[in-house]
T-cell receptor, first 114, second 113 residues
Framework: NAGVTQTPKFQVLKTGQSMTLQCAQDMNHNSMYWYRQDPGMGLRLIYYSASEGTTDKGEVPNGYNVSRLNKREFSLRLESAAPSQTSVYFC?????????????FGPGTRLTVT | QQPVQSPQAVILREGEDAVINCSSSKALYSVHWYRQKHGEAPVFLMILLKGGEQKGHEKISASFNEKKQQSSLYLTASQLSYSGTYFCGTGSPNAGNNRKLIWGLGTSLAVNP
């Protein structure tokens, strides 16, 4: 099993450009999450999907959109990148029930917006 | 709303013990503990649930005081591999349909030979 995979691993964008971060899991998990991690800020939830066909906003959703393409895949889109979106982005997945089950994290995407 | 972790940083010699605390101002249903090594993704350690259920790492222990709304992670006989940043994530029972973990800022642990 590959677990949670993310592409790309590194990306540099110019202000105003758009891009999509891809995430896929092969553990048959229902729930998937997108986090951003900034130095000294810990993990902040951007969006999550409790199950296929549903998405909900997290703490910091502004400037992002998501698509739960199917049970395996959950993508994060930046429509018009800003320097404030420079961060490390982690995708994670878990069985149903965010409180009761461990989250498995992907390796992360390191995004720089200039 | 964000849980407070203490200490912010700790340095140990191999074989020493450490306790990392996570405190919340809100009632808690669950506390998750994860460890993250530099440049890597967070890795699951423990889940503690209201009512006493625990899931997780055999060699790491933790406690959950529901009344005090806090959890402690106990690292005994530390090994070099324990180095990293430890995060707690807390879940509140009053979130309704908006259930999500709120994460602390982390505790940096360095274990030296």
């Amino acid at each position: 099993n590959a677990g949670v995979t993310q592409t790309p691993k590194f990306q540099v964008l110019k202000t105003g450009q758009s891009m999509t971060l891809q995430c896929a899991q092969d553990m048959n998990h229902n729930s998937m999450y997108w986090y951003r991690q900034d130095p000294g800020m810990g993990l902040r939830l951007i969006y999550y999907s409790a199950s296929e066909g549903t998405t909900d906003k997290g703490e910091v959703p502004n400037g992002y959109n998501v698509s739960r393409l199917n049970k395996r895949e959950f993508s994060l889109r930046l429509e018009s990148a800003a320097p404030s979106q420079t961060s490390v982005y982690f995708c994670a997945s878990s069985l149903s029930g965010v409180y009761s089950y461990e989250q498995y994290f992907g390796p992360g995407t390191r995004l720089t917006v200039t | 709303q964000q849980p407070v972790q203490s200490p912010q940083a700790v340095i140990l010699r191999e074989g020493e013990d450490a306790v990392i605390n996570c405190s919340s101002s809100k009632a808690l249903y669950s506390v998750h503990w994860y460890r993250q090594k530099h440049g890597e993704a967070p890795v699951f350690l423990m889940i503690l649930l209201k009512g006493g259920e625990q899931k997780g790492h055999e060699k790491i222990s933790a406690s959950f005081n529901e009344k005090k709304q806090q959890s402690s992670l106990y690292l005994t006989a530390s090994q070099l591999s324990y180095s990293g940043t430890y995060f707690c994530g807390t879940g509140s029972p009053n979130a309704g349909n908006n259930r999500k973990l709120i994460w602390g800022l982390g505790t940096s642990l360095a274990v030296n030979p």
